[in-house]
């Protein structure tokens, strides 16, 4: 049982982030003697999600990972591209997955310690409050996962699109995937001229993840994504007879608002909440451990907490892209298919990470070179 009060780091929210922030505590031998909490109302073992992500080479989460590949697909109304991600791989993790091995790695921490409470406010001071429903707690540094009150009454201020979605997993009779190749994007079946578009994981010849994804700047209701799933299993795929195994479901900010501004010294917004989700894609599992590794750093060389954490470039991209999808929708299509048809995997992979050259940055811009972008690159400007 713990009975402590007193930490040197409190993490709010064991989800993606948290998680990952408590696992590189765990794993650093600088943290040994620090007493570290981790504080959430939920346990965390359902399955709520898919993370897909790209990598080169072994990584480690190989041991959980639901399915993996080499090769992807690309439909817009016009063109079928194959893209062969080589010298990628394109991996996908189920969440409940994810948290059982994160939660069996730091269960066998004596430092770590788990915390079943809602926390009703953090206080800012010198050494932070946590309030909780049944508590109080303090810390030397607080890791906040929920997400200001303000991004939802000022956010008609900044641009925002909604990447939501809704998925079915299925399974079909006789052996219909093919799971060496996944779909990346296939824009045959759309709703009206919006960016909609669906995504396919085959995890064998039987089942596989398929989800309607919208990337707008409104929502719809459930029977709306069930309406485009179930058209695109019997029109495109021509499936007839297969069975509903699990559904998941996910609405995801890509949004130039201005998370960061929200952390202070000694609080620090993390995952979503902290403007971890990159702006025009929506990708958080890679982006998530790579922050996770600069705070990491950053605590060892007693720096400020958040050096270092953001590209300043790579938010100015976001912007421009999140502009033309907000002010110009049906370009969507347009834009992807520009995306994949005329750079290098290499290229792109790079660029969606933010480790891209400045020539590579320049071939991503010619590719996307339209009157869109231009008006969206001097509106980025002069609001900057």
């Known amino acids: 049982m713990n009975n402590r009060e007193s930490y040197d780091y409190i993490i709010v929210g064991n989800g993606l982030a948290g998680l990952h922030l408590a696992l590189s505590f765990a794993q650093d031998s600088f943290f040994a003697e620090k007493q570290i909490a981790l504080i959430d109302k939920s346990t965390k073992h359902e399955n709520d999600k898919t993370w897909s992500f790209w990598e080169k080479g072994k990584g480690k989460w190989d041991n959980i990972i639901q399915k993996s590949w080499q090769e992807a697909l690309f439909y817009s109304s016009e063109k079928q591209i194959t893209l062969n991600l080589n010298p990628y791989t394109y991996k996908t993790i189920h969440a409940s997955d994810f948290y059982s091995e994160a939660k069996r790695i730091l269960l066998e921490k004596s430092n770590i310690h788990f915390i079943i409470d809602e926390v009703i406010i953090v206080e800012d001071s010198a050494k932070p409050i946590v309030k909780t429903a049944t508590n109080s707690y303090s810390a030397h540094h607080v890791f906040d996962s929920r997400i ?14 909604i990447q939501h979605f809704k998925g079915w997993i299925i399974e079909t009779e006789t052996p ?55 058209e695109y299993i019997k029109s495109v795929l021509k499936i007839e007879n297969y069975k509903i195994i699990e559904t998941e479901s996910g609405k995801i900010p890509m949004t130039n608002f201005p998370f960061e501004n929200y952390s202070t010294k000694n609080i620090m917004k993390i995952g979503t909440a902290g403007g971890w989700v990159k702006g025009s894609t929506g990708y958080s599992f890679k982006h998530t451990e790579k922050k996770v590794a600069i705070i990491i750093e950053n605590l060892k060389k007693n720096k400020p907490v958040s050096t270092a954490l953001f590209k300043s470039k790579y938010k100015f991209y976001d912007k421009i892209f999140l502009k033309v999808l907000h002010d110009e929708n049906e370009k969507g299509e347009w834009i992807f298919e520009q995306f994949y048809a005329k750079n290098s995997i290499e290229t792109m992979f790079r660029f969606l990470d933010e480790e891209s050259s400045l ?11 339209s009157s869109a972008f231009i008006k969206a690159f001097f509106k980025t400007f002069y609001h900057s």
């Open 176 to 230: 219909v995937f093919n799971p060496e190749q996944f779909t990346m994007m296939d824009y045959r079946l759309k709703d009206g001229e919006q960016t909609t578009f669906t995504y396919v994981l085959p995890f064998s010849k039987t089942k596989a993840l398929v989800e309607f994804t919208y990337f707008t700047p409104n929502i719809v209701d459930e029977q709306t994504y069930d309406k485009y799933i179930e």
């Open 359 to 369: 020539l590579e940055e320049l071939k991503i811009m010619k590719s996307l070179f």
């Open 148 to 161: 200001t009150e303000d991004y939802f009454s000022e956010l008609n201020n900044y641009t925002k699109v």
